[in-house]
């Protein structure tokens, strides 16, 4: 059974930083290509940043420069820091993976940036 659990949201005044954490259960996590997604209230969930199994990554132009993918194998997690949050940052924080054909999804993470 697939099992993506992030943890690390939280209210943070804007220009602070935060670190999201995903765990992965049921998975190959080596092989996967895993990402994080977003979705404020009243908008579309968006892709974030992307990392694949080789540890190539890559970001939204909203977030690059300020976010960082990355992931550990050996704890089966991939990682999102978060530094210089704006207010436009708030959102639920998603952590996505695709395997045997399917999407799985997190539950999510709520990140709150304050001006």
């Known amino acids: 059974q697939v099992q993506l659990v992030e943890s690390g949201g939280g209210l943070v005044q804007a220009g602070g930083s935060l670190r999201l954490s995903c765990a992965a259960s049921?998975?190959?996590?080596?092989?996967?290509?895993m990402a994080w997604y977003r979705q404020a209230p009243g908008k579309q969930r968006e892709l974030v940043a992307t990392?694949?199994?080789?540890?190539?990554?890559d970001y939204a132009d909203s977030v690059k420069g300020r976010f960082t993918i990355s992931r550990d194998n050996a704890k089966n997690m991939v990682d999102l820091q978060m530094n210089t949050l704006k207010p436009e940052d708030t959102a639920v924080y998603y952590c996505?993976?695709?395997?045997?054909?399917?999407?799985?999804w997190g539950k999510g993470t709520l990140v709150t940036v304050s001006s």
């Open positions: 996505r993976t695709a395997y045997s054909g399917r999407l799985y």
């Open positions: 990392i694949t199994s080789g540890g190539s990554t």
């Open positions: 049921g998975i190959i996590f080596s092989r996967q290509s």
